[in-house]
């Protein structure tokens, strides 16, 4: 018993470095941050500690706080860090860690806290998820395109325990524009999981990003809700896609697809006497990927 107390004791003493690390980090005390970070990956041996030790490092080097004359920098700044997480450029870790950073630094930054984009992720960042959401709200309402707006609001409400809210918005993110999404956005556990594999099946391009909707709603996994402003889009969305008449690539092909795949199954659930609209979507389905519309058809039987 007493050997197992001390094990115990002796990994809440490695976490407590961690732990320590963290809070000089958040301090500005980056040099020590890391030093505290490298003697943990030594003493643990975890390579993905000391890779997350050298990206903290790094995106710490040129961290200069009396540069930033603007809050919006940071949130340009936050952006960046967003892109070399999504091209595995940095450690889950580092990204956290880093954001949290970003978020304090913007937050503290401003008198008073406006409702734009990047006080709502900041504030998401941060927990303050009900001041989130409203920043998010009102950014959607004047950016129904805003794809981050539509990520982020989504989290939100999973973590308020509004899982229908998320699941609609998550819904409508990756039917416009898959590629933007992390796969830590995807809170729902099984929509995540297909992501995963169906890049194991396709590789990290577009193909797959463009599969996973149609695959989630094959499923019964994805929520519609009414937004008309949402759907105006989507319908400006396939009508670009139009002009492109000669589809170059896969990912091209099934990104029309899955507009019409949007549209159709929206005027189903609410505008149910616009049968037409429905019937020039899967004409054009059909076209795009036959075998693809057939089990389309399975799911939704004609003029239903």
Same mark, same amino acid.
């Given at each position: 018993?007493?050997?197992?107390?001390?094990?115990?004791?002796?990994?809440?003493?490695? *976490?407590?470095?961690?732990?320590?690390?963290?809070?000089?980090?958040?301090?500005?005390?980056?040099?020590?941050?890391?030093?505290?970070?490298?003697?943990?990956?030594?003493?643990?041996?975890?390579?993905?500690?000391?890779?997350?030790?050298?990206?903290?490092?790094?995106?710490?080097?040129?961290?200069?706080?009396? *540069?930033?004359?603007?809050?919006?920098?940071?949130?340009?700044?936050?952006?960046?860090?967003?892109?070399?997480?999504?091209?595995?450029?940095?450690?889950?870790?580092?990204?956290?860690?880093?954001?949290?950073?970003?978020?304090?630094?913007?937050?503290?930054?401003?008198?008073?806290?406006?409702?734009?984009?990047?006080?709502?992720?900041?504030?998401?960042?941060?927990?303050?998820?009900?001041?989130?959401?409203?920043?998010?709200?009102?950014?959607?309402?004047?950016? !129904?395109?805003?794809?981050?707006?539509?990520?982020?609001?989504?989290?939100?409400?999973?973590?308020?325990?509004?899982?229908?809210?998320?699941?609609?918005?998550?819904?409508?993110?990756?039917?416009?524009?898959?590629?933007?999404?992390? !796969?830590?956005?995807?809170?729902?556990?099984?929509?995540?999981?297909?992501?995963?594999?169906?890049?194991?099946?396709?590789?990290?391009?577009?193909?797959?990003?463009?599969?996973?909707?149609?695959?989630?709603?094959?499923?019964?996994?994805?929520?519609?809700?009414?937004? #008309?402003?949402?759907? #105006?889009?989507?319908?400006?969305?396939?009508?670009?896609?139009?002009?492109?008449?000669?589809?170059?690539?896969?990912?091209?092909?099934?990104?029309?697809?899955?507009?019409?795949?949007?549209?159709?199954?929206?005027?189903?659930?609410?505008?149910?006497?616009?049968?037409?609209?429905?019937?020039?979507?899967?004409?054009?389905?059909?076209?795009?990927?036959?075998?693809?519309?057939?089990?389309?058809?399975?799911?939704?039987?004609?003029?239903?």
């Amino acid at each position: 018993m007493e050997k197992k107390i001390n094990q115990v004791s002796i990994w809440n003493s490695f *976490d407590n470095l961690v732990e320590q690390a963290e809070n000089k980090f958040y301090a500005h005390d980056f040099d020590a941050a890391n030093n505290l970070w490298e003697e943990y990956a030594h003493i643990t041996g975890a390579a993905n500690w000391k890779q997350s030790s050298v990206d903290l490092k790094k995106l710490t080097g040129d961290f200069v706080f009396s *540069d930033i004359t603007e809050p919006q920098q940071i949130f340009q700044m936050w952006k960046e860090l967003r892109r070399a997480m999504h091209a595995n450029l940095i450690t889950s870790y580092a990204y956290h860690t880093m954001q949290r950073l970003y978020a304090r630094t913007f937050l503290a930054s401003k008198e008073t806290v406006s409702f734009d984009l990047a006080t709502g992720v900041f504030c998401f960042i941060e927990t303050r998820y009900e001041k989130a959401m409203e920043n998010f709200n009102v950014v959607l309402k004047k950016e !129904p395109e805003n794809m981050l707006a539509r990520i982020f609001l989504s989290k939100s409400y999973y973590m308020v325990g509004q899982e229908e809210k998320g699941m609609a918005l998550l819904s409508q993110a990756i039917f416009l524009n898959g590629e933007e999404i992390l !796969p830590e956005d995807i809170v729902a556990h099984e929509v995540q999981n297909l992501y995963g594999r169906l890049r194991s099946i396709h590789g990290k391009n577009e193909v797959s990003v463009w599969l996973a909707p149609f695959e989630a709603w094959y499923r019964n996994w994805l929520i519609f809700k009414e937004d #008309q402003a949402f759907f #105006q889009v989507m319908q400006q969305k396939e009508r670009n896609e139009r002009i492109l008449q000669v589809k170059y690539y896969a990912s091209e092909k099934y990104r029309h697809f899955i507009r019409c795949l949007y549209i159709a199954e929206y005027v189903r659930h609410f505008l149910s006497k616009e049968k037409g609209i429905i019937w020039e979507q899967e004409a054009y389905m059909e076209k795009l990927d036959a075998n693809l519309f057939q089990r389309y058809r399975k799911k939704r039987k004609p003029n239903l």
